[in-house]
């Protein structure tokens, strides 16, 4: 049974940082891709990154590229996701999700059908 538990959000204040882990079980890591998704209130889910299971090719969103770093240590089954400079943009319910989906598309919420229960980013002065 596919399991994906997403741990680390909080209120932060804009300029600081988070990781966020997403502990997977019930699959191999290394041949399946992982996602990091986000929902604000009153918007649709978006791509934040994603990390390919065979070459480890990883894809960000514009808004969050040279601010987030998504990595995944398949001993440890868990896939993280840090992010730096924070703003009031970023917060959001983060999801991580899983399948066996192209990598090339790995931003699009339609690649995985396994999705993790979400934590919660406010970022807040």
């Known amino acids: 049974q596919v399991q994906l538990v997403e741990s680390g959000g909080g209120l932060v204040q804009p300029g600081e940082s988070l990781r966020l882990a997403c502990a997977t079980s019930?699959?191999?890591?290394?041949?399946?891709?992982i996602g990091w998704f986000r929902q604000a209130p009153g918007k649709e889910r978006e791509g934040v990154s994603c990390i390919s299971s065979s070459d480890g090719r990883i894809h960000y969103a514009d808004s969050v590229k040279g601010r987030f770093t998504i990595s995944r240590d398949n001993a440890k089954k868990t896939v993280y996701l840090q992010m730096n400079s924070l703003k009031p943009e970023d917060t959001a319910i983060y999801y991580c999700?899983?399948?066996?989906?192209?990598?090339?598309?790995?931003?699009?919420?339609?690649?995985?059908?396994?999705w993790g229960q979400g934590t919660q980013v406010t970022v807040s002065s």
């Open positions: 019930g699959f191999n890591l290394r041949y399946f891709l």
């Open positions: 999700a899983t399948d066996q989906g192209r990598v090339d598309t790995c931003l699009e919420t339609y690649e995985y059908s396994f």
